[in-house]
């Protein structure tokens, strides 16, 4: 029997990592246990010559192509966007493109705004500092000042413009339209011992120069330093329970397969708004026959994705391709509920730079615009360098009908049940990815592009995990309360996107980390009584 | 294990001929085709977990064709490929996706195609800054947040 620890946390990636940190303070013993290890940037593929072959395989973003021993493999059959994720020390911020917006306040205020969803149990505000927070410890980039956009103080300067930014600026003032340079968590000069970006190109199958923040290289030195205990390759099966129906510990896989059970006082859940649902499922037992901290029910259902609607042409002028940062810039000009769209919420759009040789050759001729035999090759010099891409990220409502469960048949490597997901775009979301793409339409069209072709949505879009576990007041329209404790087991938390009510339109792991350092901050103030 | 499956020489012939359909040489921009040696034994080496797809893809090819793809004659081998586009499916792109990958990482086309033969690491690539000076009607323009009440 091992000892007991104070804190134990299920996961290492952006949540886990920012709690972690954030309750080393406290001096209490910390463990966190990830299925995943730690990863060695001198394998990361811009290293190496076929690093644009590697996204096919090993280093694809689907867990499902990966199929690596540290992946568990998601039915993700019945919808239309498929789950990507990354399983190791830093978790998906090793795998993403370091695009940083945050929820805007009125983000959190959507049914006393537009009358849909639930408004969250907190406010922007209570948020603010930790968001300031977080920028610090991941090192983030960007101009101060965005009118549309909440405001920031990003501690390094901006991306560079680059070809493909000065672009679609000309076109976003052509048109009147707001852009702004991208907050990023791409270092732009030397900080806190990341190298600054050299460019490499793709940033996100993971960055060799380290310049873009993940938190193995962030948040996860500090916390070890300051004491918590981080246990690689170690899958957790279930949280156990004791006779008072709280957490007494979880059972988990370490590193050479062999079970284990680790009692913990206090267990912090930071999976993912699909392996959080997944875990709580899994640790069904006799006083928790639904699973644990279900009696509203509701634990995997309400998943929101972001549905993205994407669509990209052709320039004649050359643009930054694969030699830089794949986003640079955003714009919040369709951000906010206008009914005369026919949609209520709204969208951001992100802008991308261009794609690499072999990404365009596939991607193109997939699309049958670039053609087999003799024309192949002047059609491939026409393309390859000049791609422009816009993408409206669009507002996911939560419908309980999208949901996780539990696979009756597929299981992980330790036989643990897969998660299963069940995901329609609804009709609301369908009309705001068209409005998203005939603006999408116009702006390349004044660019000059031709050539033009969509996604819609991206099929393997599904970045955003959220939803499953939502916060609230009320133990029956939700699974934790409005400071990230369950409302069934007074002693088990989450902190990861599962608790986010409604989804905004941007990408969340800023917000995420930002809950979480929030949560801790709140643990923190109620150490003496935690568990009333 | 991936390397348990390889292609037989029928395989292998018509991935030569199929290849060579997608990408064929070029003396306007002095590159090979993708059925140069080099690059078909660039695919056959880094097949790797992709090597199922591309037996399923071949095997389909050749119940399409009803002998090898090379012995039919041009109208009917085009007919041949477009069929195998259209129906093939996962594999059939897989098989493409492929010949792509390893082709436009070849040194005579990357070289043609006037990109440097590196990996991005450790030289990076320089970007320019540009003109933000574009941004002033943006800032002009100014804006504010939605209330939230």
Same mark, same amino acid.
């Given at each position: ?37 730690w990863?060695?940037?001198?394998e ?19 867990p ?29 911020t ?16 959507v ?75 791409v ?15 793709h ?98 259902k ?9 669509i ?40 991308g ?6 990404f365009?050759?596939v ?8 053609p ?8 491939f ?53 068209e ?18 072709c ?31 404790r ?37 643990m ?9 | ?36 040696? /080099?690059?078909?034994?660039?695919i056959? !080496? &880094? =097949?790797? +977990?992709?090597t199922? *797809?591309?037996?399923?893809?071949? @095997? ?15 109208a ?9 586009? /259209? ?5 059939? !792109? &897989? =098989?493409? +996706?492929?010949?792509? *990958?390893?082709?436009?990482?070849? @040194? ?42």
């Amino acid at each position: 029997m091992k000892d007991p620890v104070d804190v134990l946390i299920i996961g290492a990636g952006a949540s886990g990592a920012a709690v972690a940190w954030s309750l080393a303070e406290t001096k209490m013993h910390i463990l966190c246990l990830e299925q995943g290890g730690w990863m060695n940037p001198a394998e990361y593929p811009s290293t190496g010559r076929d690093w644009e072959a590697k996204f096919y395989g090993e280093w694809s973003s689907s867990p499902n192509v990966r199929g690596r021993p540290e992946d568990y493999p998601i039915n993700d059959d019945n919808s239309p966007i498929k789950v990507v994720n990354y399983n190791a020390v830093g978790g998906s911020t090793v795998m993403y493109t370091a695009h940083w917006p945050r929820l805007h306040p009125s983000d959190f205020k959507v049914k006393t705004l537009d009358g849909v969803a639930d408004d969250w149990p907190i406010d922007y505000d209570a948020l603010t500092r930790f968001f300031e927070e977080n920028d610090r410890m991941m090192g983030t980039s960007g101009l101060s000042g965005d009118p549309l956009s909440p405001l920031t103080h990003p501690p390094m300067p901006q991306q560079p413009l680059g070809l493909s930014g000065a672009i679609i600026g000309k076109a976003m003032n052509k048109l009147g339209w707001h852009w702004w340079p991208s907050d990023t968590t791409v270092a732009t000069m030397d900080y806190e011992g990341r190298a600054r970006c050299i460019n490499l190109g793709h940033c996100t199958p993971a960055c060799a120069q380290g310049a873009k923040s993940s938190t193995d290289i962030t948040y996860w030195p500090h916390a070890i330093r300051a004491g918590v205990e981080l246990r690689t390759h170690c899958r957790v099966r279930e949280i156990t329970t004791d006779e008072n129906g709280m957490a007494s510990g979880v059972v988990y896989y370490d590193k050479d397969g062999v079970e284990q059970f680790q009692p913990a006082h206090v267990v912090i859940i930071a999976c993912n708004g699909v392996g959080t649902p997944r875990l709580l499922l899994n640790s069904a037992s006799g006083r928790f026959p639904n699973g644990l901290a279900n009696s509203s029910g509701l634990v995997g259902k309400n998943l929101m994705f972001h549905p993205y609607a994407q669509i990209y042409g052709f320039v004649k002028e050359p643009t930054d391709s694969n030699r830089a940062p794949p986003t640079c810039l955003w714009s919040k000009e369709f951000y906010d509920t206008d009914l005369s769209r026919g949609f209520v919420r709204g969208y951001g759009i992100q802008f991308g730079r261009g794609a690499g040789p072999v990404f365009e050759a596939v991607a193109s001729e997939q699309k049958g615009i670039l053609p087999w035999g003799a024309d192949h090759h002047r059609v491939f010099r026409k393309l390859n360098g000049h791609r422009l891409a816009v993408s409206a990220i669009c507002e996911d409502l939560p419908e309980e009908h999208n949901r996780v469960t539990l696979d009756p048949v597929l299981k992980d490597s330790h036989g643990i049940p897969a998660p299963k997901i069940d995901y329609t775009i609804s009709e609301n979301s369908r009309k705001m990815m068209e409005h998203g793409l005939a603006r999408g339409r116009e702006i390349l069209e004044t660019a000059g592009a031709t050539d033009i072709c969509i996604n819609n949505p991206i099929p393997w879009g599904g970045w955003h995990l959220l939803g499953t576990a939502r916060m609230g007041t009320d133990p029956e329209r939700s699974v934790v309360n409005e400071w990230g404790r369950a409302h069934d087991v007074k002693n088990l938390f989450i902190v990861d996107g599962s608790i986010f009510v409604t989804s905004g339109g941007v990408n969340p792991t800023s917000t995420i980390q930002a809950l979480a350092l929030y949560i801790a901050d709140q643990m923190k103030q109620r150490l003496a009584n935690l568990f009333d | 294990m991936f390397d348990q499956l390889t292609l037989t020489p029928r395989q292998r012939q018509d991935l030569r001929t199929i290849a060579a359909m997608i990408i064929p040489p070029s003396e306007e921009y002095r590159v090979p085709g993708a059925d140069d040696d /080099i690059i078909q034994a660039d695919i056959l !080496a &880094t =097949l790797g +977990r992709d090597t199922k *797809q591309v037996v399923t893809a071949l @095997d389909h090819l050749s119940r399409l064709a009803g002998m090898p793809l090379a012995d039919l004659e041009p109208a009917a081998r085009d007919g041949v490929a477009q069929q195998f586009r /259209i129906s093939g499916g996962v594999a059939a !792109a &897989t =098989l493409v +996706r492929v010949v792509l *990958q390893c082709y436009y990482r070849d @040194d005579r086309v990357l070289g043609s195609l006037g990109l440097e033969l590196r990996a991005p690491f450790p030289k990076g690539h320089v970007l320019p800054d540009g003109d933000w000076s574009l941004l002033d009607p943006v800032k002009a323009r100014g804006g504010s947040l939605r209330r939230t009440s």
